[in-house]
């Protein structure tokens, strides 16, 4: 999915003093190392916006992406954002997760989860722009919690 592009944390091929093309706005800059590809105001700004979501989690516990969209004005794409680079985690206890790219299966951040992260070749990790923060946890089902198991 086109959408998904916005989503990816290049470490690979990035080379220092390189022109880039910003993720989030577009511009050309000139690649200075670190991670991302954003340009330098599109960087402050992420790194502005990270800090309110990391202050909010930290000083208000788990709370869920809706939660801390309204609460820190960042708005959800950048929160899933966040969730698709590694940077954030659903908790276990969430009833809401995100899916993994490959096999739909819910995981707590990333882009994979586990398995479909070992099956994939080197050319297609560079293809996908994908690096091992990007690998989910699955979460594990929560025991005596009910749930609704739809009838065969
Ligand atoms: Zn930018
Ligand atoms: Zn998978």
Same mark, same amino acid.
């Given at each position: 999915m086109a959408a998904n592009k916005l989503f990816t944390k290049v470490r690979t091929d990035g080379r220092i003093g390189e022109p880039k093309v910003c993720v989030k706005c577009g511009k050309m800059f000139t690649y200075l190392g #670190? *991670?991302? #590809?954003?340009c330098p105001v599109c960087k402050e700004r992420d790194a502005e916006d990270f800090a309110k979501v990391r202050d909010y989690i930290y000083e208000n516990g788990v709370a869920s992406a809706l939660e801390v969209s309204e609460a820190t004005g960042v708005s959800l794409k950048v929160i899933e954002q966040y969730l698709r680079e590694g940077r954030l985690e659903i908790p276990e206890s969430s009833p809401i997760f995100i899916k993994c790219e490959k096999c739909s299966i819910d995981i707590r951040? *990333?882009?994979?989860?586990p398995e479909c992260a070992t099956s994939l070749s080197n050319a297609m990790r560079i293809e996908m722009n994908f690096d091992n923060e990007q690998i989910g946890a699955v979460p594990k089902k929560l025991e005596g919690k009910m749930r609704y198991l739809t009838k065969k």
């Amino acid at each position: 999915m086109a959408a998904n592009k916005l989503f990816t944390k290049v470490r690979t091929d990035g080379r220092i003093g390189e022109p880039k093309v910003c993720v989030k706005c577009g511009k050309m800059f000139t690649y200075l190392g #670190f *991670g991302h #590809f954003y340009c330098p105001v599109c960087k402050e700004r992420d790194a502005e916006d990270f800090a309110k979501v990391r202050d909010y989690i930290y000083e208000n516990g788990v709370a869920s992406a809706l939660e801390v969209s309204e609460a820190t004005g960042v708005s959800l794409k950048v929160i899933e954002q966040y969730l698709r680079e590694g940077r954030l985690e659903i908790p276990e206890s969430s009833p809401i997760f995100i899916k993994c790219e490959k096999c739909s299966i819910d995981i707590r951040s *990333g882009r994979l989860c586990p398995e479909c992260a070992t099956s994939l070749s080197n050319a297609m990790r560079i293809e996908m722009n994908f690096d091992n923060e990007q690998i989910g946890a699955v979460p594990k089902k929560l025991e005596g919690k009910m749930r609704y198991l739809t009838k065969k």
